[in-house]
């Protein structure tokens, strides 16, 4: 018999008679990002129960990728003194190993791609998606009775021909339907750009798991890795929010019911399982749909978590700037050593230290120094970011790095025009120094990669010719949709006009496609 049981968000407990493997515990009530993250439903109640399966067999944690929703040191510090074994992907970039053995003192396994691994009678492999700075991983379970494949967060939709090869037949599949990006949601816009946003955002992560699902003909789907809940004041309201990037599970089975796909799809809340047993399974713990009263219950709850959390000194405005302008020139240090790479515009900082007063940096794409203007210096075109000193000192105090920062909507940016640009993306999401130089380096092989492609359309009457990889994150296109115009990636839903060279209509990037009409002899 194996048990399969939900502990919320993105947590699994895969688990035979022998010994059992869990995934991505996130079972704190403090939050991630910063705090601004946390589970719905709480779920913290649930690190009692693990504490005790772990008394009666031998348990193996596993964490796919750093993001603070699945990577969470408060959980991590109380579970794995009492696991068997602490896994984690054998990621090309150092940052999470490294992070790891700074903040919890320990050493875990790294484990390769592809590679079959065993515990005791639990057989895995994991699936590693490492675009630059963001990485992830996916991970795909198989006892005697029940075989599960955990997608998380990870957009390997690209590689899903290879997932069905390696893995063989799906019982279940689990993972993330909705949005995990700040955009539009910090950034300034008017209101129907910002609902045209959002939607087209909303339904680019629907098609994409739609398609994963059928691709993978997993027999079951069981949505999970989101939403999250969002307590503060400043973004509760996001909690509510119709049509909003962060849809909840039955908006997401709304949509499917009127899509053509054979796998059932089920929702199980905290604690919810599936027993599988010679071939049967049996799905205990169905999720209902919750209302705005309990959604405000559980806001109050972690109202009431943080009220009673130690109050801690915050740093002064001084020690905040002088932190903000080391880490922005270290950056800036990093830039200088990649030319290739370069800001699409400059990039400028404000940050409010009072009521009516702020300090605002410029970073120029051509003197890449840091130097302090006035408010009324900013000029199109331009990339903003506003925040202030409580933001970067909540940054400061933990310890952790801006990647952390960057998924807390604590800030507003602008830009003008708004175009996507990746290496200001780049630049301030990127961990550390060692973490943009990494990044860095892959965006520029991503957008210098001369390997092309042909993919044919409408039953072989058209040709079109680009290059194999998206220069947004590496995704191999020889899998994308080709509409006889518009080339759509399948990972994360960028679209290219074929018919103007292959430019994409979010950025600057292209692929460089022609396309050619094919006459029958």
């Given at each position: 018999?194996?048990?399969?049981?939900?502990?919320?968000?993105?947590?699994?407990?895969?688990?035979?008679?022998?010994?059992?493997?869990?995934?991505?515990?996130?079972?704190?009530?403090?939050?991630?990002?910063?705090?601004?993250?946390?589970?719905?439903?709480?779920?913290?109640?649930?690190?009692?129960?693990?504490?005790?399966?772990?008394?009666?067999?031998?348990?193996?944690?596993?964490?796919?990728?750093?993001?603070?929703?699945?990577?969470?040191?408060?959980?991590?510090?109380?579970?794995?003194?009492y696991a068997s074994e602490?896994?984690?992907?054998?990621?090309?970039?150092?940052?999470f190993k490294n992070h790891?053995?700074?903040?919890?003192?320990?050493?875990?396994?790294?484990?390769?791609?592809?590679?079959?691994?065993?515990?005791?009678?639990?057989?895995?492999?994991?699936?590693?998606?490492?675009?630059?700075?963001?990485?992830?991983?996916?991970?795909?379970?198989?006892?005697?009775?029940?075989?599960?494949?955990?997608?998380?967060?990870?957009?390997?939709?690209?590689?899903?021909?290879?997932?069905?090869?390696?893995?063989?037949?799906?019982?279940?599949?689990?993972?993330?339907?909705?949005?995990?990006?700040?955009?539009?949601?910090?950034?300034?816009?008017?209101?129907?750009?910002?609902?045209?946003?959002?939607?087209?955002?909303?339904?680019?992560?629907?098609?994409?798991?739609?398609?994963?699902?059928?691709?993978?003909?997993?027999?079951?789907?069981?949505?999970?890795?989101?939403?999250?809940?969002?307590?503060?004041?400043?973004?509760?309201?996001?909690?509510?929010?119709?049509?909003?990037?962060?849809?909840?599970?039955?908006?997401?089975?709304?949509?499917?019911?009127?899509?053509?796909?054979?796998?059932?799809?089920?929702?199980?809340?905290?604690?919810?399982?599936?027993?599988?047993?010679?071939?049967?399974?049996?799905?205990?713990?169905?999720?209902?749909?919750?209302?705005?009263?309990?959604?405000?219950?559980?806001?109050?709850?972690?109202?009431?978590?943080?009220?009673?959390?130690?109050?801690?000194?915050?740093?002064?405005?001084?020690?905040?700037?002088?932190?903000?302008?080391?880490?922005?020139?270290?950056?800036?240090?990093?830039?200088?050593?990649?030319?290739?790479?370069?800001?699409?515009?400059?990039?400028?900082?404000?940050?409010?230290?009072?009521?009516?007063?702020?300090?605002?940096?410029?970073?120029?794409?051509?003197?890449?120094?840091?130097?302090?203007?006035?408010?009324?210096?900013?000029?199109?075109?331009?990339?903003?970011?506003?925040?202030?000193?409580?933001?970067?000192?909540?940054?400061?105090?933990?310890?952790?790095?801006?990647?952390?920062?960057?998924?807390?909507?604590?800030?507003?940016?602008?830009?003008?025009?708004?175009?996507?640009?990746?290496?200001?993306?780049?630049?301030?999401?990127?961990?550390?120094?060692?973490?943009?130089?990494?990044?860095?380096?892959?965006?520029?092989?991503?957008?210098?990669?001369?390997?092309?492609?042909?993919?044919?359309?409408?039953?072989?009457?058209?040709?079109?010719?680009?290059?194999?990889?998206?220069?947004?994150?590496?995704?191999?296109l020889k899998y994308a949709?080709?509409?006889?115009?518009?080339?759509?990636?399948?990972?994360?839903?960028?679209?290219?006009?074929?018919?103007?060279?292959?430019?994409?209509?979010?950025?600057?990037?292209?692929?460089?496609?022609?396309?050619?009409?094919?006459?029958?002899?």
């Open positions: 018999m194996t048990v399969l049981t939900y502990l919320g968000h993105a947590c699994f407990f895969f688990e035979t008679e022998r010994a059992a493997c869990l995934v991505d515990p996130w079972l704190s009530p403090t939050g991630a990002f910063l705090g601004t993250w946390r589970q719905m439903p709480p779920n913290d109640h649930c690190l009692q129960w693990v504490l005790k399966k772990m008394e009666q067999k031998p348990v193996l944690v596993y964490v796919t990728h750093e993001h603070g929703d699945h990577y969470d040191e408060e959980t991590l510090e109380k579970l794995l003194p602490f896994c984690i992907p054998d990621y090309e970039n150092t940052f790891i053995q700074k903040k919890l003192g320990v050493q875990p396994r790294l484990l390769a791609e592809g590679d079959s691994q065993r515990f005791h009678d639990i057989q895995f492999r994991i699936f590693i998606d490492e675009s630059g700075i963001n990485r992830d991983s996916a991970i795909f379970f198989k006892s005697k009775d029940l075989s599960f494949f955990d997608g998380n967060d990870c957009k390997i939709f690209d590689r899903a021909s290879y997932l069905v090869e390696t893995c063989g037949s799906i019982d279940i599949l689990s993972g993330q339907f909705s949005g995990a990006s700040l955009h539009p949601i910090c950034y300034e816009m008017k209101p129907e750009e910002y609902k045209r946003v959002s939607l087209q955002k909303r339904m680019g992560k629907f098609t994409a798991m739609r398609n994963y699902i059928c691709d993978l003909k997993a027999k079951y789907f069981l949505p999970s890795a989101g939403p999250p809940l969002f307590p503060y004041p400043e973004n509760c309201h996001l909690n509510f929010e119709a049509g909003s990037i962060f849809p909840k599970w039955w908006e997401f089975e709304a949509y499917l019911k009127n899509k053509q796909i054979d796998a059932q799809i089920i929702s199980l809340d905290v604690g919810g399982s599936v027993t599988a047993k010679q071939g049967e399974l049996k799905f205990a713990g169905i999720a209902r749909k919750i209302e705005d009263e309990e959604l405000k219950k559980f806001v109050d709850y972690y109202r009431m978590v943080d009220s009673n959390l130690p109050v801690c000194s915050a740093p002064s405005i001084e020690e905040v700037l002088v932190y903000f302008e080391r880490e922005m020139n270290g950056k800036i240090a990093v830039l200088k050593n990649n030319p290739e790479v370069r800001l699409a515009c400059p990039v400028y900082c404000d940050i409010k230290t009072g009521e009516h007063s702020s300090v605002v940096y410029l970073i120029d794409p051509d003197k890449l120094v840091l130097e302090k203007v006035s408010r009324d210096a900013i000029s199109p075109p331009y990339y903003l970011h506003e925040t202030d000193v409580a933001a970067i000192g909540k940054l400061m105090r933990s310890g952790k790095g801006w990647g952390t920062y960057s998924l807390a909507p604590l800030y507003r940016n602008r830009r003008v025009p708004d175009i996507f640009d990746s290496a200001i993306s780049i630049f301030f999401k990127a961990n550390d120094n060692d973490d943009l130089d990494f990044g860095l380096k892959k965006l520029n092989q991503f957008r210098n990669n001369d390997e092309y492609i042909k993919i044919t359309h409408n039953q072989g009457r058209l040709s079109l010719t680009c290059k194999r990889f998206c220069p947004h994150q590496g995704a191999d949709r080709f509409d006889g115009k518009y080339l759509l990636c399948p990972r994360h839903q960028w679209r290219f006009d074929c018919e103007n060279g292959g430019i994409t209509d979010n950025s600057h990037d292209s692929i460089d496609a022609t396309i050619t009409k094919i006459v029958a002899a």
